[in-house]
């Protein structure tokens, strides 16, 4: 991967966001720019270059993964050793001086932290998203982790399917797609597998309980895998037992939503109008008060990043986004489905990554 190129990107919209430096502490973004995937450091990139910092537990680590900038082994904090580098720099001898903080990701005591270890001179900036916008347009490379993550992710749901049947447990069902996974390579799961069965298919996030899998009812399978760091996202829905003709029809609803919204995905398209074409589907079935939630979500270092799929968003689409796509229907009392997709967005449409079958599955 390109570090240094995605540095020099980031700096040249230093001016029209009025920094002079960029302190990145949210660790995937880190990753992003310099390569480090530990778990304690801190990096700055100024107008000119880039400096990284650790502390002694991940100096091996750090030499070994941290490209395109200076790496600093701390005996103190990542963030004090950086407000040190930050005032020797030519940056503080500056008259005005405006250092961009993640907002979203430092907490109130690390801000407070920074803003009585650096001069008064110092303003910082807040940047919402900086680094993320850049994230949001996978390089070939990204797609072809996030291709591999995908294809081992969907493999899981086959193992699903062997260990599925009335009295097995929500808990069961996940342990065993999740130890499929760590025997196939994965890091770790992107989430907290979601396994929900009956009644409680009507949970959008049911995350796998001890509860037992009924005679008859959906059960939503929601899983994905971290391979080489990036993330897969999939959902399927099956039904234990013969569905009734009622459940059969929010079945082939959810189906026809997912595929209609997958149809229209290409570049230029604005990100609330795929969420339109899931819910025009829904609605037409008198389903649309039943999807609560928003059609998909960016993925890549993270299960869920920018952009998100969802009405009064104004993103548009662009060649290398990375999107899930996965309407769903709950019912409360009765069950619910999603069916869940991810897409690589391209010039005339869209990749689905790791494709099959989405026909209801009975068992």
């Known amino acids: 991967m390109d570090h240094k190129g995605r540095v020099k990107g980031l700096q040249t919209v230093f001016d029209r966001n009025h920094l002079d430096a960029l302190l990145v502490t949210h660790l995937p973004n880190v990753r992003y720019l310099c390569g480090f995937t530990g778990t304690s450091g801190a990096l700055v990139v100024d107008e000119t270059r880039s400096a990284f910092f650790t502390d002694g537990r991940y100096t091996e680590q750090a030499r070994a993964e941290v490209q395109g900038a200076r790496v600093v082994i ?21 008259t005005r001086r405006r250092l961009g903080i993640e907002s979203e990701h430092l907490t109130v005591a690390a801000r407070t932290q920074l803003t009585r270890m650096l001069p008064s001179g110092f303003r910082l900036g807040e940047t919402r998203g900086l680094v993320e916008q850049a994230r949001m347009l996978k390089d070939a490379d990204e797609i ?19 260990v599925i049947r009335p009295g097995v447990k929500e808990s069961e069902v996940a342990a065993e797609m999740e130890y499929v996974a760590r025997r196939a390579g994965a890091e770790e799961m992107s989430f907290p597998t979601i396994v929900a069965a009956g009644k409680r298919s009507a949970l959008p996030h049911g995350r796998a309980s001890r509860a037992a899998i009924p005679l008859r009812g959906f059960v939503v399978c929601d899983f994905g895998v971290i391979l080489a760091g990036y993330c897969s996202d999939r959902t399927r829905t099956v039904h234990v037992g013969r569905p009734t003709a009622k459940a059969r029809a929010i079945y082939e609803a959810v189906r026809e939503a997912q595929a209609t919204a997958i149809k229209i995905v290409r570049a230029g398209v604005s990100v609330a109008e795929v969420d339109q074409a899931a819910r025009s589907i829904l609605k037409k079935r008198g389903l649309a008060k039943h999807f ?14 920018p952009p998100r799929i969802a009405a009064g968003q104004t993103e548009i689409l662009r060649p290398g986004m990375v999107i899930t796509i996965e309407p769903g229907v709950y019912i409360t009392g009765s069950g619910g489905v999603r069916i869940e997709d991810t897409v690589v967005v391209t010039e005339r449409g869209c990749e689905v990554l790791a494709p099959s079958s989405k026909e209801l599955i009975t068992i």
């Not at 701390?74 to 500056?94: D, V, Y």
């Not at 993550?149 to 086959?158: C, E, H, K, P, R």
């Not at 609560?292 to 990043?305: F, P, Q």
């Open 74 to 94: 701390a005996r103190k904090s990542p963030l004090a050793a950086a407000s040190e580098w930050l005032m020797g720099r030519a940056l503080g001898r500056k």
């Open 144 to 162: 072809v982790r996030l291709r591999a993550a995908a294809i081992l992710g969907a493999s899981l749901f086959d193992r699903a399917l062997d």
């Open 292 to 305: 609560t939630h928003s059609t998909g979500h960016g993925v890549g270092l993270e299960i869920h990043e």
